[in-house]
C-alpha cells in the first residue's frame, strides 16, 4: 500500500481556478514539490477520491459550514476504489479557527455496517498494522456519529493531482478536478454516479496546505497567478445545489434564522457564477 501522506493538523489555503490556470501552477510548483505516488502512474497524474460524508438529518454539519463557523468538523468515510478488499477510511475533518485537524483510522470493508449501525469499535475493525491513533479515530468518529444521530447523506467524488515537500509532509498542493456530488442515504462504496451534481463545473479547486510557517514561494506562486482566496467546501456546497430537502429525510430542516438564509442564497449566487468561471472569489 503506498504511503499515507495524510497531514494530521495544517493550515489550507483554497481557490477556485480555470484549467488553464491550474496547468501553469502544476508547471510552477515542479520546482519545489514532487508528484504525490498515488497520481505518477496515472497520465493526468490524479487519482480517483471518493468520499462518503454524514450528517444528521438536520443536517447540522453542513449548516455550520454555511453559516462560516469557525469551529466546526465533519464525518466522512473515504474510498479510492470498489474493491471488496479495501480498506476504507473514518476520518473526522475538525476546523478549530483558522486551522485543519485530521484524525483517521483505516478500516476494514466489511466491518463498516457494522460501526454505523452503532457497535463499538474495536481493534479487530481497523486494517493491520494499526497504530493506537487509529483507533482513538474510530472512537472519536463513532461517539460524535452517534451524539448527532448522523448517518450517511451524500457521495463526493473528484480526480485529484497532489504535489508533496520531497523530504517531509510539511508543505503539500492539490488540485480537484471534476468535483461532483449526489444524495447517498446507503452504506455503499460504489466509485460510480447515477445522477450527480458537478459542484464547480469546469472550475478546478486549489488547495495549499502546509503545517508550519507559510512558505515565501506560496506567496510568489498567488501573486504570479493573481489568486484570490475563497471557499471551496465540497460537500456543503454539493448539497447547496443539490438541495437540503433531498438528504433530510424524516428529520426535516433544522430551523435556521434569516442571516442562515442570507448565506445560503449568496453561495447559491457565488457557486452559479463559479460554474460559469464568472465568480468574485473574494466571498469566503
Known amino acids: ?5 495524510l497531514q494530521q493538523q495544517r493550515f489550507e489555503l483554497k481557490y477556485i481556478v480555470r484549467e488553464s490556470v491550474a496547468t501553469n501552477v502544476r508547471e510552477f510548483v515542479r520546482s519545489y514539490l514532487e508528484v504525490d505516488e498515488f497520481g505518477a502512474t496515472h497520465p493526468n497524474l490524479s487519482y480517483p477520491v471518493h468520499s462518503l460524508y ?12 454555511v453559516n462560516g463557523n469557525k469551529n466546526r ?5 473515504r474510498y479510492y476504489d470498489s474493491k471488496p478488499d479495501s480498506p ?11 486551522a485543519i485537524l485530521k484524525q483517521r483510522g483505516s478500516v476494514r470493508r466489511g466491518r463498516v455496517e457494522s460501526l454505523l449501525a452503532g457497535h463499538l469499535p474495536a481493534p479487530a475493525d481497523l486494517i493491520k498494522p494499526a497504530s493506537a491513533k487509529d483507533l482513538v479515530a474510530l472512537q472519536r468518529f463513532s461517539q460524535l ?3 448527532n444521530q448522523a448517518r450517511p447523506k451524500a457521495h463526493v467524488s473528484y480526480l485529484r493531482e ?7 509532509n510539511a508543505v503539500r498542493v492539490t488540485m480537484d478536478r471534476d468535483v461532483t456530488c ?3 442515504p446507503a452504506v455503499r462504496f460504489s466509485t460510480s454516479m447515477t445522477r450527480p451534481t458537478r459542484v464547480f463545473g469546469n472550475q478546478v479547486v486549489l488547495e495549499l496546505k502546509f503545517t508550519g510557517r507559510y512558505p515565501d514561494w506560496f506567496g510568489e506562486l498567488v501573486r504570479v497567478f493573481n489568486l484570490v482566496q475563497c471557499s471551496a467546501a ?4 454539493g448539497v447547496v445545489l443539490l438541495g437540503e430537502p433531498l438528504l433530510t429525510g424524516s428529520g426535516g430542516v433544522a430551523p435556521v434564522g434569516e442571516q442562515s438564509l442570507e448565506n445560503l442564497a449568496s453561495r447559491k449566487e457565488f457557486l452559479k457564477n463559479a460554474a460559469a468561471g464568472t465568480f468574485n472569489p473574494s466571498f469566503a
Request: glycine letters at 0%; charged letters at 30%.
Open 182 to 184: 449526489e444524495s447517498e
Open 1 to 5: 500500500m503506498p504511503t499515507d501522506n
Open 73 to 77: 468538523y465533519k464525518l466522512r468515510i
Open 145 to 147: 456519529m452517534q451524539e
Open 162 to 168: 497532489a504535489w508533496i515537500s520531497p523530504h517531509n
Open 54 to 65: 454524514l450528517d444528521s438529518d438536520q443536517l447540522v454539519c453542513y449548516w455550520q459550514t
Open 88 to 98: 476504507v477510511f473514518f476520518e473526522i475533518k475538525r476546523r478549530v479557527n483558522d
Open 234 to 237: 465540497k460537500y456543503a456546497d
